[in-house]
């Protein structure tokens, strides 16, 4: 059974259109109806927002190759009531509509999320340790993946704050590649993380094994990279790379070799 986070990401995922990347678009609609969460957890918001549908079938994704999809940053800026908005959303063009159009309209959500509920505040692109940013972060023959950084700056607050929203999706399915997906076991998979992340970077207080700690991740080439909730003075939010073969005992069978590239 998916855990309730995962699952809300599927049925958000499943009812969204897509974005085309390559210009600039300016949001002035009303308000979504989606939560504020600062995790992958994104609701969509029922606004039509492209001009490509993210079918749900694994033949729509036929014809997907890497080469052909170009990872973009589009320009996205706004009003929301009081609330402001500018940043650059990770987009993907070309390859297929399927895919592109579930991993766009992912990202938009992710901004959706954020701005939704927010009142005298700006957003903005937000930068991490060793100056991470909202991008495309995998392209491969068997997924697309990105993260989406944020800033948010309240009105009389004492500092801004930093939030991260990541998608995967699996290149032959257009479907979302869940943690669930991921692990033979989310318990023994976070108990696992928590050591691994705090091994790696010393920075990182003890982290409770809890996946949702680690809901924040795409896969490189090198690893799985999660973004794990720290405190503020870190910027709240760490990247980690934990090697697969330190988790590979975990995994679903074939997903090292998805994953991985």
């Given at each position: 059974?998916?855990?309730?986070?995962?699952?809300?990401?599927?049925?958000?995922?499943?009812?969204?259109?897509?974005?085309?990347?390559?210009?600039?678009?300016?949001?002035?609609?009303?308000?979504?109806t989606s939560r504020t969460v600062e995790t992958t957890v994104v609701a969509l918001t029922e606004s039509s927002f492209a001009d490509?549908?993210?079918?749900?079938?694994?033949?729509?994704?036929?014809?997907?190759?890497?080469?052909?999809?170009?990872?973009?940053?589009?320009?996205?800026?706004?009003?929301?009531?009081?609330?402001?908005?500018?940043?650059?959303?990770?987009?993907?063009?070309?390859?297929?509509?399927?895919?592109?159009?579930?991993?766009?309209?992912?990202?938009?959500?992710?901004?959706?999320?954020?701005?939704?509920?927010?009142?005298?505040?700006?957003?903005?692109?937000?930068?991490?340790?060793?100056?991470?940013?909202?991008?495309?972060?995998?392209?491969?023959?068997?997924?697309?993946?990105?993260?989406?950084?944020?800033?948010?700056?309240?009105?009389?607050?004492?500092?801004?704050?930093?939030?991260?929203?990541?998608?995967?999706?699996?290149?032959?399915?257009?479907?979302?590649?869940?943690?669930?997906?991921?692990?033979?076991?989310?318990?023994?998979?976070?108990?696992?993380?928590?050591?691994?992340?705090?091994?790696?970077?010393?920075?990182?207080?003890?982290?409770?094994?809890?996946?949702?700690?680690?809901?924040?991740?795409?896969?490189?080439?090198?690893?799985?990279?999660?973004?794990?909730?720290?405190?503020?003075?870190?910027?709240?939010?760490?990247?980690?790379?934990?090697?697969?073969?330190?988790?590979?005992?975990?995994?679903?069978?074939?997903?090292?070799?998805?994953?991985?590239?």
């Amino acid at each position: 059974m998916r855990f309730l986070r995962a699952a809300t990401v599927v049925a958000a995922l499943a009812c969204a259109t897509g974005m085309s990347a390559g210009c600039s678009t300016n949001d002035s609609t009303a308000v979504p109806t989606s939560r504020t969460v600062e995790t992958t957890v994104v609701a969509l918001t029922e606004s039509s927002f492209a001009d490509e549908p993210a079918a749900d079938s694994a033949a729509s994704a036929n014809g997907y190759h890497p080469t052909l999809v170009r990872p973009t940053l589009l320009r996205t800026d706004g009003r929301r009531a009081s609330t402001t908005y500018d940043v650059q959303l990770p987009q993907v063009d070309g390859g297929a509509p399927a895919v592109r159009g579930r991993f766009n309209s992912g990202m938009r959500a992710a901004l959706d999320d954020v701005v939704t509920g927010l009142t005298d505040t700006t957003v903005s692109d937000g930068s991490l340790a060793d100056d991470q940013r909202s991008r495309v972060t995998t392209v491969t023959d068997d997924v697309v993946a990105g993260t989406a950084i944020f800033t948010t700056y309240a009105q009389g607050a004492a500092h801004p704050n930093n939030h991260v929203a990541t998608i995967t999706i699996d290149a032959h399915t257009a479907q979302p590649i869940l943690l669930d997906d991921v692990f033979l076991d989310t318990d023994a998979a976070a108990a696992q993380l928590a050591a691994a992340v705090t091994r790696i970077d010393p920075r990182v207080d003890p982290v409770h094994p809890d996946i949702d700690n680690f809901l924040n991740w795409v896969p490189l080439a090198n690893g799985f990279h999660t973004y794990v909730p720290v405190v503020h003075a870190l910027g709240d939010w760490l990247p980690v790379t934990v090697p697969w073969d330190e988790i590979s005992a975990l995994l679903r069978p074939g997903m090292a070799d998805q994953l991985s590239g």
